[in-house]
């Protein structure tokens, strides 16, 4: 399958048209900016000078710096990584960097991501960015120590939903400024935010479908992502549903990691830890 149809079977099928809902209201609310910066001089005194005159200014102002200002973002906080974490190479962690080759060659990505190990004081988190011609995913030490001695799997699962981001260009500055003022409002950002999440965990478990155990270690924490009974988590996901669950997510940015696991495996796409038949016995009830 070529890498284009790969990339839109993983996408999740409502990101797309949320995504272009999201810039049509982004560019709804620049339009709005624009135009009343434009009417503010005709305004009667008492509005320009006011608290309605200062928020114009300010925003139209935040408009003009809205690019510097997320190029400066982005590009000190690669130097930043670069200060302050240790770069994969073929001498470095060879076997992960190996890895990360195998899987943007499988994304089809036009260059290749560079990887760091950081500290992460003691939380459990990778992310993706992008500067300025280069991609890179962060993996925390102590998601990475755990995950490196222990489940492979795991970490490979965790590198590939990273690399997702940047295969789906959530990290772009394109991406990033078509969204800039829609994605801040408060349960729509959010919900944006969710079906990113869900796509890009199809990526890594495209690229790793025994890699199940790195969501389970984000659920149940350090040390018990081997012992934590796979089938039964599953169970616990296909009965999380109700208004009250709903309710919870709806101003969080990941899904419930729960829920994460059950969609990847009712996908198909994940498949270790849970006995072929069981698994297609549960999904039938």
């Not at 490196?148 to 295969?167: A, K």
């Amino acid at each position: 399958m070529s890498t284009p149809a790969v990339g839109k079977r993983l996408r999740h099928p409502a990101e797309m048209p949320f995504y272009v809902f999201m810039v049509v209201l982004n560019l709804v609310i620049i339009w709005l900016i624009l135009q009343a910066a434009i009417t503010l001089p005709v305004l009667p005194e008492r509005l320009r000078d006011g608290a309605w005159g200062t928020a114009v200014r300010s925003a139209f102002l935040g408009l003009l710096l809205l690019i510097p200002a997320l190029v400066v973002i982005r590009e000190t906080q690669r130097a930043s990584v670069r200060g302050s974490a240790v770069q994969l190479s073929r001498h470095q962690w060879g076997d992960l960097y190996r890895t990360a080759d195998d899987f943007a060659h499988r994304l089809g990505l036009p260059r290749r991501p560079t990887i760091y190990l950081a500290n992460g004081n003691g939380t459990l988190n990778a992310f993706a960015a992008q500067a300025t011609g280069h991609d890179y995913v962060v993996l925390a030490n102590e998601l990475f120590v755990n995950l490196r001695e222990n489940n492979r799997d795991g970490l490979r699962f965790i590198l590939g939903h990273e690399l997702g981001h940047i295969r789906l260009h959530h990290v772009s500055l394109w991406y990033q400024l078509s969204v800039a003022y829609s994605e801040r409002i408060p349960l729509l950002g959010p919900a944006l935010s969710r079906l990113r999440e869900y796509s890009c965990d199809r990526h890594g478990a495209h690229l790793c479908p025994s890699g199940a155990s790195g969501l389970v270690l984000l659920t149940s924490g350090r040390h018990t992502e081997h012992t934590t009974d796979l089938e039964q988590l599953l169970r616990q996901g296909r009965a999380l549903r109700g208004f009250w669950v709903g309710l919870a997510q709806l101003t969080r940015s990941h899904p419930f990691t729960v829920r994460r696991i059950e969609r990847l495996f009712q996908l198909g796409l994940l498949h270790a830890g849970v006995p072929e038949r069981s698994a297609k016995e549960d999904f039938a009830t």
